[in-house]
Nanobody, 122 residues
């Protein structure tokens, strides 16, 4: 069983910063991509940023210039450095990964973490 564990959420004032972490563990052959999504109450889950195994990154327009995604292969960990946080960034942030499982033939499955709450408020 693959597990994604997020950490780093919390309460921060507008303009502040947080760093989210997500570590993947379990029966993993490889990880194609890892990223972050967020979901505010009564809203659809939306992509924040992702990074591929080759280091290609993509960001939602509403976080460009403020958030930075990075990854370390040793721990299969992805980070999201969030700066200049705004009230509208308040949401549950979910880690996502597309993982190759040790099966034959290979299977790629998307996994979700349980989420970490980010609240931006004065």
């Amino acid at each position: 069983q693959v597990q994604l564990v997020e950490s780093g959420g919390g309460l921060v004032q507008p303009g502040g910063s947080l760093r989210l972490s997500c570590a993947a563990s379990g029966s993993i052959v490889s990880i194609t991509s890892m990223g972050w999504y967020r979901q505010a109450p009564e809203k659809q889950r939306e992509l924040v940023a992702f990074i591929t195994s080759g280091g290609i990154t993509n960001y939602a327009d509403f976080v460009k210039g403020r958030f930075t995604i990075s990854r370390t292969n040793v721990k299969n960990t992805v980070y999201l450095q969030m700066n200049s946080l705004k009230a509208e960034d308040t949401a549950v942030y979910y880690c996502n990964a597309f993982i190759e499982l040790p099966t034959r033939p290979s299977r790629y499955v998307g996994y979700w973490g349980q989420g970490t709450q980010v609240t931006v408020s004065s």
